[in-house]
């Protein structure tokens, strides 16, 4: 069973920065792809970001269109944790954050919730105008 926990949330204003950080329990932290998912008030949780697990030297990153530019997603797996670097804040950006791991598919990454079998409590993210 993997615990994450994430945090770095918190308040900011619209152009700020923040930097969420997710800790892994597991070990075999390296093997799993890590995603990033937030959920605002009233909708849906949705896709923001994934790295996958190492293919040889290489990590293959995604984002959402909506972070395209801004948002950063990274690993440590010395550190079992994964980051998200988030710059020019938005209030649309304004959300619960979720890291959450994928033990299965690892470099081919996937954006949809149901294929993560792992995830963390959440920080809040609150962006003001």
């Known amino acids: 069973q993997v615990q994450l926990v994430e945090s770095g949330g918190g308040l900011v204003q619209a152009g700020g920065s923040l930097r969420l950080s997710c800790a892994a329990s597991e070990r075999t932290f390296s093997y799993y792809a890590m995603g990033w998912f937030r959920q605002a008030p009233g909708k849906e949780r949705e896709f923001v970001a994934v790295?996958?697990?190492?293919?040889?030297?290489?990590?293959?990153?995604y984002y959402a269109d909506s972070v395209k530019g801004r948002f950063t997603i990274s690993r440590d797996n010395a550190k079992n944790t994964v980051y998200l670097q988030m710059n020019s804040l938005l209030p649309e950006d304004t959300a619960v954050y979720y890291c959450?791991?994928?033990?299965?598919?690892?470099?081919?990454?996937?954006?949809?919730?149901?294929?993560?079998?792992?995830w963390g409590q959440g920080t809040q993210v609150t962006v003001s105008s």
């Open positions: 959450a791991a994928d033990a299965t598919r690892g470099v081919v990454v996937s954006r949809k919730t149901g294929d993560y079998e792992y």
């Open positions: 790295i996958s697990r190492s293919g040889g030297r290489t990590y293959y990153a």
